[in-house]
């Protein structure tokens, strides 16, 4: 089993930043790909980055591309969103996610890929 706890969120203007964390527990963090996924309030939630075990893939949603960065220390089992420049359409609640399966078999993008799931941190930007 896997417990991830975020941290991070809070209220910031537009145009600000951010850095949201994700804490893992259990041994084997370092061999899991990540992802963070963001749902706003009577929407669906959507996929905003993903990144390999190694770090040296990552992915992103079009909608974040340029301003959100992920990335991961897995001495320190934790995996990172540091956002930039955000918009008022950034609002929402962010939640990391562990894949289990190889690298190669996950499509970071899809929900279904990933077997655990933190509880959420709330980010709000206001305008």
């Known amino acids: 089993q896997v417990q991830l706890v975020e941290s991070g969120g809070g209220l910031v203007q537009a145009g600000g930043s951010l850095r949201l964390s994700c804490a893992a527990s259990?041994?084997?963090?370092?061999?899991?790909?990540m992802g963070w996924f963001r749902q706003a309030s009577g929407k669906e939630r959507e996929f905003v980055a993903g990144i390999s075990w190694n770090s040296s893939n990552t992915y992103y949603a079009d909608s974040v591309k340029g301003r959100f960065t992920i990335s991961r220390d897995n001495a320190k089992n934790t995996v990172y969103l540091q956002m930039n420049s955000l918009k008022p359409e950034d609002t929402a609640v962010y939640y990391c996610a562990a894949a289990t399966s190889p690298h190669d078999l996950i499509d970071y993008g899809l929900e279904n890929d990933y077997d655990f799931w933190g509880q959420g941190t709330q980010v709000t930007v206001s305008s």
């Open positions: 259990g041994r084997t963090f370092s061999s899991y790909g």
